[in-house]
Structure formats: C-alpha cells, structure tokens
C-alpha cells in the first residue's frame, strides 16, 4: 500500500507505533520497523540524552529499517534536556520523530536541516493547523478514544478525522482506537494516510513489558478505561484499576481543590511498577478504549500482516462488491 505516509517515512506499511512510555524501547521500535511500519523509541523513558543515544544504537543493531523517536513536551516540573535529546537524535542518524504536547517550532529548523521529518501528534484540528502552519511535515491525528493524553476537546474519530482531512494540506494519520485491517480502511475512507496504534503494540510478543500489561489489555474491554486528572486540565485516558478507583475518589472529594500533589501517589513514578513489574495496581497507566478490539497477543509481524491482508480484502472484496456493475 503506498500512501503519503510510507513515502514520507520511507515504510512498506502505513502504520506508526506511537511513543508509549516505559514501552517504546529498541525491541518495540525495531520489531514494528522490521515489520514494514514506523517504530519509535520513547525519548524521555531514556533518563539522560546520552541514554538515547545508546538506545538509539541498539535499536540500529536490531533493524536497518527507519525508525523513530517520540519526543513529549509536557509541563513537567523538572524540564528535561530537550536540545541535547535533539541533539541524541540528530547525531544518531534518525530520520524520524514524533512530537507531542507542546508546541515543538523552536526545534524544527535543526531536525529539518539534518532531514528529520517530524510528525505532531495532536487531538484538536486547531493544533493540527498549528503544526502545519510551523511546518511540521505530517500529523497524528489523536481521537477522544486514544490511550494517554486526548486533550479537553472530547472529539472522537469518526468526527475528528473528516474535519482534519476537510483543513489540513499535509499528510495525517489516524490516531486512537486503531486495531486492525477495519481501523486502517475506515481512517483511510475518512481522510488519512495511515494510521498510529499505541496500546494494539502492547499487547505482542515484542513487546517489552510484564506479560501482566498484555493480559490485562487482553482482559479488558472497551467499558474499561477512565479519564483522571480533568480537573488539572491535563486529562488521560487510563484502564480501570483499584490505584484509578482511589483517584478518583480524590477527584470526587476535592473537586476543584485537587492539586497534582493529591494524587502523586496514583501517578507519578508508577511506570516501571507497572511495565517491568507488572503490579498493575501500582497506579495510573495509559490504555486506549480500544482494549475492547484486543483479544490476542501476536508477534508484531504477525499483527501487521494480518491488518494489511485484512485492510486489502476489505478495500478488493468488501468495499468493491457494494458496487453495482
Ligand atoms: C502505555 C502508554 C504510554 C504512552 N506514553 C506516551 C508518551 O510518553 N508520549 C506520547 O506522545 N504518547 C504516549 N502514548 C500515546 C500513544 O503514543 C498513542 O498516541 C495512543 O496510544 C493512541 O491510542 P490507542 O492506544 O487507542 O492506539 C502512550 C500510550 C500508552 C498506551
């Protein structure tokens, strides 16, 4: 399948797998380059920009396919180094990186001059055209279903995505709630390029994290998930858990009183718990609605191919047959 995507990349198959926290190591970014998509390494799960380089090395090791970095600008208290990240990134010879939170213009010019092509991940058509305007090269498109961080906006996809295709001149992918061959004809149908998965790669054989995490999002469905921290204005969609319970029990009797400190416990720090340990009550991770798609754990291999055989035979057999003669 040829899309503005694989060319832009440079993929066989227009599927990204989006920065994922604690998840996005080399062995996930190389298996789902090695599988003819986009894969990205989780920038600030490295603690040092120098950390990234070496992760950047390893993952080279793994794949001599394209691969990516995400790079997440959020209003952390500590602000990470991000020009020596960028600099990690553009040393190590990547040519892709995907941005997300704030703004990244002040960034662009050095990745764009050593031919780093960068996709903004945003949830609203207006930051969309943003990152058009300062001259990102593509974006994902995030819908209110997403795992992580939707934004305040609550949109979902089937809207979302026809309103970014009716303004945007540069190419998007479909972003939340993506699982399979039926996700990537109707992201295509509704104006995407491709399409961005984050919690569908978790649950693989690839995947670097606790067997724990995939049978949980195996076990779930899409009832599963919760939104926290709204009244932060920093809301994310997270799987139901007994830690998100006593959160939002918080939320409830503090209401508009709620400061992050209240529910440091449930969220910071909570990853590694999660992902190498699998205590998966430990706190707040990020799960998409989509969990309710989810029933197996594949290799990242056999995921793609299968949601390219199933996209070409719902596009040649399915879509086709609706014609009349
Ligand atoms: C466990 C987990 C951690 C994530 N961490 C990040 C992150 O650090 N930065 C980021 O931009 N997106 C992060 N995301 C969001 C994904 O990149 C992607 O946008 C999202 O999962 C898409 O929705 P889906 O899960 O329905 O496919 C995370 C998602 C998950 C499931």
């Known amino acids: 399948m040829k899309t503005k995507i694989t060319e832009l990349f440079g993929i066989e198959h227009p599927i990204i797998q989006g920065g994922m926290h604690h998840v996005g190591y080399a062995e996930m970014a190389a298996a789902v380059s090695n599988a003819g998509g986009l894969g990205m390494i989780t920038g600030l799960t490295q603690r040092s920009a120098d950390d990234l ?43 892709a990186v995907e941005t997300a939170g704030n703004n990244p213009q002040k960034y662009l ?15 609203s058509v207006r ?16 819908g209110f279903e997403c795992a992580g961080h939707p934004g305040e906006d609550d949109v979902p996809n089937f809207i ?88 939002m029990e918080k939320e409830r009797a503090l209401g508009a009183a709620l400061k992050f400190e209240d529910i440091i416990e449930e969220v910071a720090g909570v990853y590694p718990r999660i992902m190498k340990e699998g205590d998966m009550e430990a706190g ?22 299968r949601i390219m055989a199933e996209a070409t035979s ?7 047959g609706f014609l009349a003669d």
């Not at 080279?60 to 990240?85: Q, S």
């Not at 010019?109 to 949830?123: D, R, W, Y």
């Not at 300062?134 to 994902?140: E, K, L, Q, R, T």
Request: neutral net charge; charged residues 25%; aromatic residues 4%.
């Open 53 to 95: 380089a070496r992760e950047i090395a390893r993952c080279r090791e793994m794949t001599d396919k394209p691969f990516g970095v995400n790079l997440t600008f959020l209003p952390i208290i500590n602000t990470p180094d991000y020009p020596a990240y960028i600099r990690a990134i553009v040393d190590g010879g990547v040519k």
């Open 314 to 320: 719902i596009i040649r057999q399915r879509l086709a």
């Open 160 to 247: 979302l995505l026809p309103r970014a295709a009716d303004e945007l001149e540069i190419p998007f992918v479909a972003s939340g709630g993506m699982a399979d061959g039926r996700s990537l004809v109707a992201a295509l149908a509704l104006g995407a390029q491709g399409i961005n998965m984050g919690t569908r790669f978790i649950a693989t054989k690839e995947a670097p994290v606790h067997e724990n995490v995939k049978q949980a999002i195996v076990a779930a469905s899409e009832l599963d998930t919760r939104l926290v921290m709204r009244g932060l204005r920093n809301t994310e969609r997270v799987l139901r858990n007994a830690a998100v319970d006593r959160l």
């Open 284 to 305: 707040a991770w990020s799960c998409g609605m989509v969990a309710g798609l989810i029933h197996d754990i594949p290799t990242v291999q056999e995921l793609i191919d």
């Open 109 to 123: 010019p050095q990745l764009h001059e050593a031919g780093v092509k960068v996709i903004h991940k945003c949830t």
């Open 127 to 142: 930051h969309a055209l943003k990152a058009q305007s300062i001259g990102c090269d593509a974006v994902s498109v995030d």
